[in-house]
């Protein structure tokens, strides 16, 4: 049986990790310097909750022995694993899987475990995942599965937008000074990730603005694979998907989307009202345009 894992970057419907019985391997959450399993021990509205109140919080890879633990139980049961993370360049989950990977080969040297970078992760992780499952569910083979995610994983597309500069501050990529004056100006920028890491594409005033923006970038980088799904992952406010949504399909017509929050690991450095949108650019092998 091949069992298909992601962490608790991943963003995804709760109800397709429960139909197709996706493991999560839960990332570390720190909030005002206690620590919690994202999922586990905290709900997302929980951090979302925290993150209103203003309190701190921070994020780390997964816990070595939850990684193993969740690894080995599948081992026993004789099953070949695919884990889908976060991009290797934004976080050390990927690190940390791999060498728990490397430790149980010792001990199941013909097991199949295979550690695939997202090369970013939210939505475009949850998208990667969903067509695992369908081609598990349909019967292709392990190495077929994981050729198609690699493949996902080369031409996936994140397109985002931050209401409040204060958290690019806090994860040190604006000084204190400019995400003060950018808040004062009302600005967003537009941040999208290539290859694996966080890039500041652009930058406009209000969010309006950004949205529309964000918009036309999809337009233009869809067109050569238009019929597929487009996930909008948002910071704890759905009428600012609805609006993105709404933006989208003016332009290139009605498409099957996934709405959905971001989840605690990356809406704690995305913030409020952070909103992103993700597709792939390029049609892969095997593609299943349905919910």
Request: glycine share 8%; net charge negative; no cysteine.
């Amino acid at each position: 049986m091949i069992k298909l894992i992601v962490d608790s970057t991943t963003d995804l419907p709760q109800t397709y990790f429960e139909k197709y019985q996706i493991e999560i391997i839960p990332l570390i959450v720190n909030v005002n310097g206690v620590s919690f399993r994202d999922g586990i021990d905290i709900s997302l509205d929980e951090v979302y909750q925290e993150m209103r109140k203003g309190s701190k919080i921070k994020t780390s890879q997964p816990n070595i022995q939850d990684v193993y633990d969740i690894l080995e139980k599948h081992l026993q049961n004789q099953d070949d694993i695919i884990i889908i993370t976060i991009s290797s360049k934004l976080s050390g989950t990927y690190q940390t899987i791999t060498l728990v990977k490397n430790q149980l080969l010792v001990d199941y040297p013909d097991a199949k475990i295979t550690v695939i970078d997202s090369r970013g992760g939210s939505g475009v992780a949850g998208l990667m995942a969903l067509q695992g499952a369908y081609m598990i569910e349909e019967g292709f083979s392990y190495d077929e599965v994981v050729a198609n995610l690699i493949e996902l994983s080369q031409n996936a597309e994140h397109i985002f937008t931050l209401d409040d500069l204060t958290y690019l501050f806090q994860g040190g990529r604006l000084t204190k000074a400019a995400a003060m004056l950018g808040n004062l100006l009302r600005v967003k920028p537009i941040l999208d990730v290539q290859d694996g890491q966080i890039h500041l594409f652009d930058k406009v005033r209000h969010m309006r603005k950004a949205l529309q923006y964000i918009a036309n970038l999809v337009e233009e980088r869809i067109r050569d694979f238009p019929d597929q799904i487009i996930g909008i992952m948002h910071g704890d406010d759905i009428e600012l998907a609805y609006e993105l949504r709404d933006l989208i399909v003016e332009r290139i017509s009605e498409k099957l989307f996934i709405l959905d929050q971001i989840g605690s690991a990356l809406g704690s450095h995305l913030g409020i009202r952070g909103v992103g949108v993700f597709f792939f650019n390029k049609k892969p092998h095997y593609y299943r345009n349905e919910l």
